[in-house]
């Protein structure tokens, strides 16, 4: 059974930074394409990075470009996104999946995580 484990959410300031983790099991991770999703309030769920199975590949949407960094564990199995330079449109619910390739933008898994909310308010 596939579970996605999402954590590391906060409350931050403009400007600040946090680490998202995903712990993922029921699928081998070393080998999946795996990607970080946001939903904000009253927004559809989109992806804002992906990274290849061997974190040599990685993709970024362009609101993020420049300040999140995807990367990843494959001995721990965990999936990680650093977020820096965060403003309040960064605010929402974070979620990962696998994907079927790093440039995919739908998810393998119709499954999903808790997800881990971030928000960013002074």
């Known amino acids: 059974q596939v579970q996605l484990v999402e954590s590391g959410g906060g409350l931050v300031q403009p400007g600040g930074s946090l680490k998202l983790s995903c712990a993922a099991s029921?699928?081998?991770?070393?080998?999946?394409?795996m990607g970080w999703y946001r939903q904000a309030a009253g927004k559809e769920r989109e992806l804002v990075a992906s990274?290849?199975?061997?974190?040599?590949?990685?993709n970024y949407d362009r609101p993020v470009k420049g300040r999140f960094t995807i990367s990843r564990d494959n001995a721990k199995n965990t999936l990680y996104l650093h977020m820096n330079s965060l403003n309040p449109a960064d605010t929402a619910v974070y979620y990962c999946?696998?994907?079927?390739?790093?440039?995919?933008?739908?998810?393998?898994?119709?499954?999903w995580g808790q997800g881990t909310q971030v928000v960013v308010s002074s």
């Open positions: 999946n696998a994907q079927p390739r790093v440039l995919s933008t739908r998810p393998v898994y119709s499954s």
């Open positions: 029921g699928f081998t991770f070393s080998t999946s394409a």
């Open positions: 990274i290849s199975g061997n974190g040599g590949t990685t």
